[in-house]
């Protein structure tokens, strides 16, 4: 399997504190059935330097490591930017990484309670640049939570959505974890992450394996076909996305 987006770099304000500990997180993935990672740290504007220079030699010092110690598990290097309005001449001038072959696909941080008046002329602008703009765990985010069909509205117009195993399974609260399987249901998330933060966070296998489940082996699957096509800077699967209805009070819709 390919993760995408746990928080395995020491760069990461959310991952391992030093390299041993990065090492026996690729070391946990690798039991969970996981060959390649993606590592994408946040990309912050005001220490951009740090970050571009930083990144790339962390992750060539992990993989040397993970070699050392036979783990077969690839890092590969990649940026979370946080959505802001120079956004797309940050990614034109390269000072994020993105993904794929072609480094068409770039992963977004959303702010967490309101949305930019230029949100839906920096993802228009993007695509007309040829880019794909990836939502990161948007299910965490209390602005979607609140207003669900704002997903909708951007898959619609072309953005794509990442989650995390760990809010699928419920690690990250019962409302994330219901939140997560709406978006599921309604046709609105294109891939599937660990989203872990330490060894025992790992379960992208359960996750997998959750979704065969409870909405059968044909998205499971497509999820997977999907970050493998990412890779390649291929066109990702898609069934038609399907709008939230909102519940109302007392759970009557």
């Known amino acids: 399997m390919i993760d995408i987006h746990p928080y395995i770099l020491p760069l990461h304000e959310n991952g391992p504190n030093h390299m041993q500990g990065a090492v026996e997180i690729a070391r946990e993935a690798e039991r969970d059935g996981v060959h390649t990672i993606i590592a994408a740290p946040k990309y912050h504007p005001d220490t ?20 050392e110690e036979n783990i077969e598990v690839i890092i590969l290097a990649a940026e979370t930017i946080r959505l802001h309005g120079d956004l797309l001449e940050e990614v034109e001038q390269h000072h994020v990484t993105a993904i794929g072959s072609s480094e068409s696909y770039v992963l977004i941080d959303v702010p967490n309670h309101q949305l930019p008046m230029y949100f839906s002329e920096v993802i228009y602008d993007m695509q007309l640049k040829q880019y794909k703009p990836v939502f990161i765990h948007p299910e965490k985010n209390s602005l979607f939570i609140e207003e669900p069909n704002a997903i909708y509205d951007f ?44 060894p025992n966070d790992y379960a992208l296998e359960k996750a997998y394996q959750y979704i065969t489940k409870e909405f059968g082996a044909h998205q499971s699957e497509q999820l997977q076909l999907n970050v493998k096509n990412m890779l390649r800077g291929e066109t990702v699967i898609s069934d038609e996305p399907v709008r939230l209805r909102k519940k109302k009070l007392f759970g009557i819709i």
């Open 155 to 198: 898959v619609k117009k072309g953005a794509l959505v990442q989650i995390s195993a760990t809010s699928l399974l419920g690690k990250n609260g019962r409302k994330i974890q219901k939140f997560s399987r709406r978006l599921l249901e309604h046709q609105l998330v294109h891939f599937l992450g660990s989203g872990a933060k330490t």
């Open 48 to 67: 951009s330097e740090f970050l571009i220079n930083d990144i790339h030699t962390t992750v060539d010092g992990l993989n040397a490591k993970l070699k």
